[in-house]
C-alpha cells in the first residue's frame, strides 16, 4: 500500500508540474525535463542591440538627388562605370567604408564619413572592360564587420570571347 500511494503521489505531482513537457521528452527520446534543468529554467539572455544599420545598399548606374536611378545586378562591359549606393541610419559620427572585391581581392576602399543619424552615400568604379566576372560590393564598419553585402557580374558583350591576357589581368584602384 506504502508503494502506491508513492507512486500515486509522484504520478500526481507529474501531472500537476508539467506532465506534458515529460511526455514530449518521452516522444522526442530526450532526457526527462527533471534531467535537463534547462528546460525548466532556461538561461535567456537579452538581445545586445547593434548601433547602426544598412537600410537600403544597392548598385545602380547613376545618382540623381541622392537617390540611385536604378537597381542592377549585372552589365556588360560595354559600360565600364558602376555605383554603391547606401543608406545608413544611427551610425552618426562614425566611419564606414564601401568595400569593391574582385577575385577574392580588395580592389578599392572608399570611406564614409556618417555625419548625421539618417546618411545616404555612394561611390563609384570604373572597370575595364577585361575585368569580367563576379564582384562584391561590401559595407564594412571600422571594427572590419560586414554590414551590407552585394553582388555584380560584370559581364563580357555578347559574341565577345575572352582572350587568355584579359582574364590574367587584375583590376588595381
Given at each position: 500500500?506504502?508503494?502506491?500511494?508513492?507512486?500515486?503521489?509522484?504520478?500526481?505531482?507529474?501531472?500537476?508540474?508539467?506532465?506534458?513537457?515529460l511526455?514530449?521528452?518521452?516522444?522526442?527520446?530526450?532526457?526527462?525535463?527533471?534531467?535537463?534543468?534547462?528546460?525548466?529554467?532556461?538561461?535567456?539572455?537579452?538581445?545586445?542591440?547593434?548601433?547602426?544599420?544598412?537600410?537600403?545598399?544597392?548598385?545602380?548606374?547613376?545618382?540623381?538627388?541622392?537617390?540611385?536611378?536604378?537597381s542592377?545586378?549585372?552589365?556588360?562591359?560595354?559600360?565600364?562605370?558602376?555605383v554603391?549606393?547606401?543608406?545608413?541610419?544611427?551610425m552618426?559620427?562614425?566611419?564606414?567604408?564601401?568595400?569593391?572585391?574582385?577575385?577574392?581581392?580588395?580592389?578599392?576602399?572608399?570611406?564614409?564619413?556618417?555625419?548625421?543619424?539618417?546618411?545616404?552615400?555612394?561611390?563609384?568604379?570604373?572597370?575595364?572592360?577585361?575585368?569580367?566576372?563576379?564582384?562584391?560590393?561590401?559595407?564594412?564598419?571600422?571594427?572590419?564587420g560586414?554590414?551590407?553585402?552585394?553582388?555584380?557580374?560584370?559581364?563580357?558583350?555578347?559574341?565577345?570571347?575572352?582572350?587568355?591576357?584579359?582574364?590574367?589581368?587584375?583590376?588595381?584602384?
Amino acid at each position: 500500500m506504502e508503494f502506491s500511494m508513492k507512486a500515486l503521489f509522484l504520478t500526481i505531482m507529474v501531472m500537476g508540474l508539467g506532465g506534458a513537457g515529460l511526455a514530449q521528452a518521452t516522444d522526442t527520446a530526450e532526457a526527462p525535463v527533471a534531467a535537463n534543468p534547462e528546460k525548466l529554467f532556461p538561461t535567456s539572455r537579452a538581445a545586445i542591440p547593434i548601433p547602426g544599420v544598412v537600410t537600403r545598399a544597392q548598385l545602380t548606374h547613376d545618382i540623381k538627388d541622392l537617390e540611385p536611378v536604378d537597381s542592377i545586378s549585372a552589365l556588360t562591359n560595354d559600360e565600364t562605370r558602376i555605383v554603391y549606393f547606401t543608406e545608413i541610419h544611427d551610425m552618426a559620427g562614425r566611419t564606414v567604408k564601401h568595400r569593391w572585391e574582385y577575385n577574392g581581392q580588395i580592389i578599392l576602399e572608399v570611406p564614409i564619413q556618417v555625419a548625421t543619424s539618417r546618411w545616404r552615400a555612394y561611390s563609384s568604379k570604373t572597370l575595364l572592360p577585361s575585368w569580367t566576372g563576379e564582384w562584391k560590393v561590401s559595407v564594412v564598419d571600422a571594427a572590419g564587420g560586414t554590414l551590407s553585402v552585394n553582388t555584380f557580374t560584370y559581364l563580357g558583350k555578347p559574341g565577345e570571347t575572352a582572350t587568355p591576357s584579359s582574364v590574367a589581368s587584375s583590376p588595381n584602384p
